[in-house]
Nanobody, 121 residues
């Protein structure tokens, strides 16, 4: 069973940067596809970025060139570097893991963290 715990959220002004971390605890972590999702109030959860077990990545069009997803298998950590943040990036950010690779739909992931809030003003 994979457990995920997000950290690093906060409040920032437009144009600023934040770094989100997700700690993972389970042996199957290295074989999992991992992703970041976000959900704004009143909106559906949307995929932000995903990374495969081999390090390949995909991004939502809205964050391309501004966000970078990475994974540190030695530290069992998933990261999301966010720069040039915009008010529309505001939401609760979740990390997710599952057997499928490089997908940005929530139904592809079995394991979820509880989320960390990001507010951009």
């Amino acid at each position: 069973h994979v457990q995920l715990v997000e950290s690093g959220g906060g409040s920032v002004q437009a144009g600023g940067s934040l770094r989100l971390s997700c700690g993972l605890s389970s042996h199957p972590y290295k074989q999992c596809g991992l992703a970041w999702f976000r959900q704004a109030p009143g909106k559906e959860r949307e995929g932000v970025a995903a990374i495969s077990s081999t390090g390949a990545t995909i991004y939502a069009d809205s964050v391309k060139g501004r966000f970078t997803i990475s994974r540190d298998n030695a530290e069992n950590t998933l990261l999301l570097e966010m720069s040039d943040l915009k008010p529309e990036d505001t939401g609760t950010y979740y990390c997710a893991g599952g057997a499928w690779q490089l997908l940005l739909r929530p139904t592809a992931y079995n394991y979820w963290g509880r989320g960390t809030q990001v507010t951009v003003s």
